[in-house]
């Protein structure tokens, strides 16, 4: 059975950091394109940051130079570093990733079939 688990949210004041992870099981990170997604309460969900199968990324204009995905092949984890947070960062975090090994890449959700349960992040002025 393929599950992603999130972890690492919290509350932290504005210009924190947090790293928060999706650990996955029957799943091998590094074989699929995943991605980091975000929605605040009355928002739709967004598309923060992916990467693909093949290990290029790419980031939203509001988390460029503040945020980084990486992957863990040995523990099976991919991560998301986030620095200098601000309020806007405020939302559940998920992780989400393709069930097949194509090399695609996308910041729309519905590229991805597989879903973590979502973390809070809440960030404060």
């Known amino acids: 059975q393929v599950q992603l688990v999130e972890s690492g949210g919290g509350s932290v004041q504005a210009g924190g950091s947090l790293r928060l992870s999706c650990t996955a099981s029957?799943?091998?990170?590094?074989?699929?394109?995943m991605g980091w997604f975000r929605q605040a309460p009355g928002n739709e969900r967004e598309g923060v940051v992916w990467?693909?199968?093949?290990?290029?990324?790419g980031y939203g204009e509001s988390v460029k130079g503040r945020f980084t995905i990486t992957r863990d092949s040995a523990k099976n984890t991919l991560y998301l570093q986030m620095n200098s947070l601000k309020p806007e960062d405020t939302a559940v975090y998920y992780c989400?990733?393709?069930?097949?090994?194509?090399?695609?890449?996308?910041?729309?959700?519905?590229?991805?079939?597989?879903w973590g349960q979502g973390t809070q992040v809440t960030v404060s002025s």
């Open positions: 029957g799943y091998t990170v590094s074989d699929h394109s």
């Open positions: 989400a990733g393709r069930s097949d090994l194509a090399y695609y890449y996308s910041f729309r959700s519905t590229a991805y079939d597989v």
């Open positions: 990467i693909s199968r093949a290990g290029g990324t």
